[in-house]
């Protein structure tokens, strides 16, 4: 870039890219100190997670009033969600009236993709270009991009041949769309394809469904919030929000802190016929201590999930093949859903089996497995995200030397609390990149945490006149190495998830989140702060 461009390039104290939960609340906080802050949004709106996944179906897995943000007492008064389980479309009204309330679009650029963030040695502070051809400096550059936005799509021949349409499901069109006469493909059953089949399949012409790997899931039990279930959620929320800070997901269900079998086999099925009757995530968050650790313990509990699939399904055949029998229960996110096995009753919804018959190939009329042509008139791809490192990999992100991050990562991520990387100084993350709390969370009270730790680190930047923080290498390995110790004799690396990055072909096979749980991670962060943030120079 000449000295000219240089001159007329806009500078920041800080540069979020992202307007999501994450993004919406650190320019809030970021203003609170006076800084002068620029978000940057790929999207025509705020919102994030909810403005991208607009699929039928989309809707919260977490209790709506836990989900909200808890830093605004007058927010949390006058907002009244209606449903336990609250829908995507009302989730991204709720973010709309958050960036209205606290004012916060005038300092959002929408439509506006960042194309690469590169640290400037010789100034010590970032240049962040846009795919638009804009560019802007910052002092100090925050990635608010979230853990699962990258999406993933598998390289199947043909994809460009289909003469219909697809969609991958975080790229939702933004319009109604009907199936009523049409035949339609979804690929994928995780906890997306489970939300989707179920609503899309009550009203379609026919619909084939896709399935490599069944899943667990649990019935979500949602319902709308009555008035005096609303007055009593007001009433509670400092209670509710302490639950979450205290729970290993920052859920208000928490692991029970007995084993399986410390009790008979009477007593543990009573217990399992109550959680399975709770609504949200209390059959796994709320499961014995040793469920995500022993075998023997897990199987009591996957072998409850399999019986209430088979009791769902009428055709013995189909039910089979929606019976999880490869992978520990839990060891994948458990997907919540409202009629997904029942779906599968209807005539006009079949099950393909894609470990017995693969795709071949995508075609003109749909697609080819190794024993069928089908003709669809929509292909529906919910094939899940490249995880935690696959929106950082999207940007080109250099660093000290020009150091890229995605080769960086390549091996295997590497960060310090999961909120710097050694090589990026002045560049924090938030939100969802690997090795923080935030990837495997209730997420906006991770989110709440990581942006008041990152807003307060900024805060003792400016009271003591630094520039710059940059993690040492030291941290950053004690680091890695904290986060393996996290997951260390459990069962997750045994199972092909996406928590391992084993759903991306070519990732590194390593457990890409942080297996300690809020607590844990806050207790840590919170040491670190405390220590006048230990494992950080500043210059
Ligand atoms: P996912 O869990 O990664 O599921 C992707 C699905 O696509 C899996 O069934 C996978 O099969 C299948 N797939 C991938 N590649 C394939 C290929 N080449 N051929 C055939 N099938 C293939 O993704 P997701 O369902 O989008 O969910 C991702 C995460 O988003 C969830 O775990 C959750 O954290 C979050 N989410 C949250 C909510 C909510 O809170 N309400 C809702 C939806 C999603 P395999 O299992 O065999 O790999």
Same mark, same amino acid.
């Given at each position: 870039m000449s000295q000219e461009q240089s001159a007329a390039t806009p500078e920041y104290e800080v540069a979020i890219i992202g307007a999501g939960i994450a993004g919406l609340y650190l320019l809030h906080r970021l203003r609170g100190l006076g800084c002068r802050v620029l978000v940057l949004e790929a999207g025509t709106d705020v919102g994030g997670t909810w403005y991208w996944n607009r699929y039928p179906g989309a809707r919260f897995d977490s209790e709506s009033w836990s989900y909200g943000y808890s830093f605004s007492p007058e927010l949390l008064d006058e907002w009244q969600w209606s449903e336990h389980f609250a829908a995507q479309p009302e989730t991204l009204r709720y973010l709309q009236h958050v960036a209205r309330k606290f004012d916060l679009y005038r300092d959002i650029r929408f439509e506006t993709r960042v194309a690469a963030a590169h640290y400037d040695d010789a100034r010590g502070d970032w240049l962040v270009r846009t795919e638009d051809g804009g560019a802007v400096r910052a002092a100090i550059l925050v990635t608010a991009i979230g853990g699962l936005t990258e999406p993933y799509v598998p390289n199947? =021949?043909? +994809?460009? #041949?289909? /003469?219909g349409e697809s969609w991958h499901t975080a790229r939702w069109p933004h319009r109604p769309v009907d199936f009523s006469d049409k035949r339609v493909a979804v690929i994928g059953t995780g906890a997306t394809a489970v939300q989707l089949i179920t609503e899309i399949s009550k009203n379609i012409g026919h619909l084939t469904v896709f399935q490599r790997t069944a899943n667990y899931c649990k019935p979500l039990r949602n319902a709308p919030i009555t008035a005096a279930e609303q007055a009593d959620i007001r009433a509670r929320y400092p209670e509710i929000f302490a639950l979450c800070r205290q729970s290993f997901g920052a859920f208000i269900h928490d692991f029970d802190p +007995?084993?399986?079998? #410390? %009790? #008979?086999d009477a007593e543990r099925r009573a217990l399992y016929e109550r959680l399975w009757a709770e609504p949200g995530f209390g059959f796994w968050l709320g499961g014995f201590r040793d469920l995500l650790t022993d075998r023997a313990a897990n199987e009591t509990a996957a072998a409850f999930v399999r019986e209430k699939i088979r009791e769902r399904v009428k055709d013995p055949a189909v039910a089979a093949l929606l019976t999880p029998t490869d992978h520990a229960f839990g060891t994948k996110r458990v997907p919540l859903e409202s009629g997904y096995y029942e779906?599968? !009753? +209807? #005539?006009n919804v079949r099950l393909i089996d894609l470990r017995a018959t693969p795709i071949e190939r995508i075609t003109a009329t749909g697609l080819r497995t190794t024993d069928a042509e089908f003709d669809f008139d929509a292909i529906i791809f919910a094939t899940g995200f490249d995880a935690a490192t696959g929106a950082h990999r999207r940007i080109d992100i250099r660093g000290e030397g020009g150091q890229s991050l995605a080769e960086k990562w390549a091996a295997a991520p590497r960060t310090y609390l999961g909120m710097q990387s050694v090589g990026f100084p002045n560049m924090f993350i938030v939100?969802? &990149? =690997? /090795? !923080?709390a935030a990837s495997f969370c209730n997420v906006p009270r991770c989110l709440e945490q990581n942006v008041e730790w990152v807003s307060d680190a900024i805060a003792y930047m400016r009271e003591r006149g630094y520039r710059s923080i940059a993690a040492t290498p030291e941290a950053e390995e004690a680091w890695v190495r904290h986060v393996a110790d996290t997951v260390a004799g459990t069962l997750f690396p045994e199972t092909e998830s996406w928590f391992m990055g084993a !759903? *991306? =072909?070519?990732? *590194?096979? *390593?457990? /890409? %989140?942080? &297996?300690?749980g809020l607590r844990l991670f806050r207790e840590k962060c919170d040491e670190v702060a405390a220590n006048g943030y230990s494992g950080f120079v500043f210059r």
């Open positions: 199947i =021949p043909g +994809r460009e #041949d289909f /003469q +007995r084993s399986a079998f #410390d %009790l #008979d779906a599968f !009753n +209807r #005539d939100g969802g &990149g =690997p /090795q !923080n !759903n *991306v =072909p070519g990732k *590194v096979r *390593v457990f /890409q %989140l942080y &297996g300690g």
